[in-house]
Every structure is written in C-alpha cells, then in structure tokens.
C-alpha cells in the first residue's frame, strides 16, 4: 500500500481515508439499496473490513448490481415470453391434440406424456413446466450421448458441413487455436454458399474471435457477443448450444477450443453432450433465437421459419430448462434438487465445480440417509484452484452423511451431470456453483429414457473405475497447507 502511494505521489493516509470511505459506500449500498442475501452481506462485511484494499477491487468486478441487473434483463424477459407465447401457439397447441402423432397428451395447461418413465417421474416434468410456463416435454426424440471430444466435435462438422438452411451456434468460450478456426472456416464456407448462419458467443469468454473476425468478412455470417461489459464477471452466458436446419441440435458442457479434445494442459477432457432429432430440437432452438435477439437487437426475428423438427421413430421424451438473471427463481438449482429428492435407487453427479449452497447439502444429506447410492464426482486437478479447493472440502462434509465422494484422475472432468436410477439424466452448462444457479444463463436438457439413462449411468461407473474415493480416513491425512487452503477458499464462495 506503501508503495502505491509512492508511485501516485499522494499521501499514504489519503489512500486509506478514500478506501474506507468506498467501503463505507458499498455497505451501505448493499445493506439499505440493494438488499442483498444477509450471508453474502457478511462475507462481503469482513472482506471490506480486513482487506480493504482487495475488497474495494473485489467489490468492483464481482459484486452484483441486482437494480441494473433487473433493469438490463426484465426486457429480455418480456422478449422471451412473447416468443414463446408464438412458439406455443403456431408450433405446439396444433400437435398436441387428441389425434397428434407424438406422445404428448395437453392435461391443463400442461402437456403430459404418456412415457411410463415420464409417469414415474412426472413431478421432475412438471417443474421444469413451471421454470417455463411453456415448456414442452417432447416425445419422438433420437439422443446421441457424447463423452469425448473429438466424437462431438466430429459430429458436429459433419453436421455443420451437410447444413442446407440454416446454423445458430451459442457457445460461452471459443478459443483462437485450430478446433476454433476449423469450425469457423467451416460456417464460412457455408454461409457463402447461401446457409444462413448466427454466431453467439460471450462476450468475456469469446473475446478471443475478436482475432477471428477478419475470417468473416463478406461471408454474410451474423456474429453477436452478448453482456459486451467484459469488465464484469458475473452475468455471463455460459450455454452451450447448435442447432443446425432445426432438425438437429446439441447443448452440454463442451465449449469451443483444442483443450476439448483433451490437448490443453490438463490432459484428457471428460465432458458431456447431447445430440437431439426430434421435436426436442425446437426448444433449443427457441432458447437460441431469445439469447439472439437479446445479444443482437434483431427484435423482430420470427422464429416460425426455423422450427423445422420432425418426429422421429425413437421413445426418448427431452424437456428443455433454463435459468439466469432474467428468471424469477433458480429453476436449474431446483431441477437439481428434484432430481435428487425423487432418486430411489441411485444418484449419481458429475461436476467440476461443487460449491452447494444449504439447500442442495440438505437434499444430499436426506437421499443418502434414505438409502439412495449418492454419489459425486469431482475432478482431481484444479482448472480454477479456489473453487477446487472448496469442492474437495464439501465433499468431505457430506462423508459422515454417507455421500461417496470420487476424485477423477483420468484428465480433467468437466462434465455436468445428474443421472437418477439410471432412468432419468441431465446434461448441461450448469455446474453446482453460486455462478450457475443465480449468476450466469445456463441450459440443460432433462432427458426421460431408460436407454439413454443407462449409457449415463455406464459411464459414470466407467469413470469411477479411474477415480479415487476420498474416504474419511483419507482426508483425515491431508497436509496443514491443505487444512488452511480449503477454509480460506470457501470463505470466498458466497461473495461470487
């Protein structure tokens, strides 16, 4: 601090006076304006009070301003029901009638399948109706499950290069390394020869197509970045999600860059994605074109023109969940909590940041007290050391409660998983973190099928065979830098 105010030639007690009156402002701020989670206040409080240097600047870049927020998001809200109101009345009311072909019974103002699987966990169904009073649950889908990069990416290629109408890709991180500039050069090609393409990417995690964009010039590719306040990190769009001719689309964990095919320094990268035909593939669609409009401004884009999903012969039922800032509640958190609250047999969750507030602890804590197998799965190696720290040391809490905790040592996991009694999964963008649940926008897909549920379930036990389980008497061991890192690292969690 000294020597700041030596370098800014100003008295060193005149920089003390201006920080503690700038964390006076922001208690106050927080306490009377905004209101704020009283945990969060409190761990802010201490913050400011022992660091008022580094709180001031943490203050800055992650604090939340929940009046601009509301503000900046309630049109995108009103923007997304309006286009969903559209969807529901053009697309869904007229297939859903008693002589429908797909699967789908309107009960209500709910459409309700008539899956055994759906049936058997209908409550799950009909939360995620009520995140999105419009949500559809969609029988006659065909799921490609996908646990290695270079399949998904191959996948995704060969899609984006047999594509003859249109390619929407939403991602959170696009990198500036060969993966990226494959996909791009490909959605180039495509779009001169007449495919109409959309590109949206975060503005913070996609800052590197910045480099990029010379590629795109007098392709006609429509490029957006959404939140551009880069100097922010909190409301960021963290979906990942391709739809291409709206016939076929992908969401998961996998953003856009070579260490997803397992060569960044982490090593090999277990993540998840799936690859949906069917009616499903309107819901990612619409999500697209809400985000797009939101990032782009193309207010009066119809998004009638690019629903194009047809039923096919397969009995997977998939039903679409979102959250963000522009949402009333944390709707995926709840998924989540649902999932594990309905398990009877078996929860399995895969994740590589684990940060669970009180309620998703609580939740574990109870399954796991009824007998359900509970199990979580973490990775070994930090890609954010903080969060990796404060992972390891909530799983040792649920220990006691006889939550089986893994650490993957096979690569690095970043795979966001919830697979119950091997029947129903979901795979997504949303980690188990205060940033998914109430700070960033995520999708996940909810998927009812027992065959895919199975693939899920195979995996996660493949994955267990090259993974430790921290044990009690394992953590008992840990080094005294260990003890002190993973308490200093949770005191921060409830700030972001």
Known sequence: MADLAALLDVPFSLILVVLVLLDVIFVFVMLFVERDNPTRVLHWLLILIYEPFLGAILFLFFHQDYRRKRRQFEKKARADIQMLERYLRERVLPRTGPTAASPIIESGSRATPTSGTVLEYGELARLASRADPHAVLS???RIRLFVDGNEKFQSLLEDLRAA????????????????AKEIVETIVAKAKAGVQVRLLLDALGGRAMRKLEPLLAGSGVKLAYFFPRVSRFNYRNHRKIAVIDGRIGYCGGYNIGEEYLGRGPLGYWRDCAVRVQGPGVEQLQIRFMQDWAFASREHATDPSPYLQAVPENSSAMLQQISSGPDTSQEWVKQSYIKMITMAKESCYIQTPYFIPDASVIDALRIAAASGVDVRVMIPCKPDHMFVFWASQSFCADLLEAGVRSFK???????????????KVGSVGSANIDPRSFHLNFETNVIIFDEAIGGQMKEAFLRDVSVSTELTPQDYAKRGWVVRFKEPFCRLFYPIT
């Open 164 to 179: 003859k109408e249109h390619i929407h890709l939403e991602y959170y991180i696009l990198r500036n390394d060969s993966l």
């Open 139 to 141: 029988g006659n889908n």
């Open 408 to 422: 993957y040592n096979n690569g690095f996991l970043h795979a966001k998983t919830f697979i119950v009694d091997g």
